[in-house]
C-alpha cells in the first residue's frame, strides 16, 4: 500500500514539475528523483547553485542593492547560463575543455556533470565567486 501511495505522489509531482517550464532547474532536470551526491560536499554546494542558476556572482548585488554585474563585452546581465554557455569570449576555453563550443546546460551541469566542469571555471576565474 505504502508504495502505491509514493508511487502516486511522485505521479502528481512529475505532473506538476513537468510544467514548470520557467523553472531554471527544470532545464537541467527534467524528471525528479534522486541525483548522485559529490563525495566532496563543498564541491556538492557549488554544483547544486549553477544547477539553479544562482551563485555568489550573479546574484549578490540583490543582498547588495546594486545593480547586476554585466558582461561588458555581450552588455547582457551575467547567468550562469551566460559564462557556461552563451558568452563568446569564453569560446575558446570551451573548445579546450569541452571539446565544443556547442553546448547545454544538462551537458555541463546535469545528473553527471562534465569532468572537466570545475576545471573550466577555475580558468575563467569564477571558481571562487560560485
Known amino acids: 500500500m505504502k508504495r502505491v501511495i509514493m508511487h502516486h505522489i511522485f505521479k502528481i509531482w512529475q505532473e506538476s514539475w513537468s510544467q514548470r517550464l520557467d523553472n531554471k532547474l527544470h532545464s537541467v532536470k527534467p524528471v525528479i528523483g ?30 547588495l542593492g546594486e545593480d547586476a554585474p ?7 546581465s551575467y547567468t550562469v547560463r551566460h559564462i557556461l554557455i552563451d558568452c563568446p569570449v569564453f569560446n575558446h576555453h570551451r573548445i579546450t575543455f569541452f571539446n565544443s563550443s556547442h553546448l547545454t546546460l544538462p551537458d555541463l551541469v546535469g545528473e553527471i556533470p562534465h569532468q572537466n566542469l570545475f576545471a573550466f571555471i577555475r580558468r575563467l576565474g569564477f571558481l571562487y565567486l560560485i
Open 70 to 76: 554585466e558582461c561588458p563585452s555581450c552588455k547582457v
Open 34 to 63: 534522486a541525483w548522485p551526491v559529490m563525495p566532496m560536499r563543498r564541491t556538492d554546494v557549488k554544483l547544486t547553485r549553477l544547477r539553479i542558476g544562482h551563485t555568489r556572482f550573479t546574484h549578490r548585488h540583490l543582498l
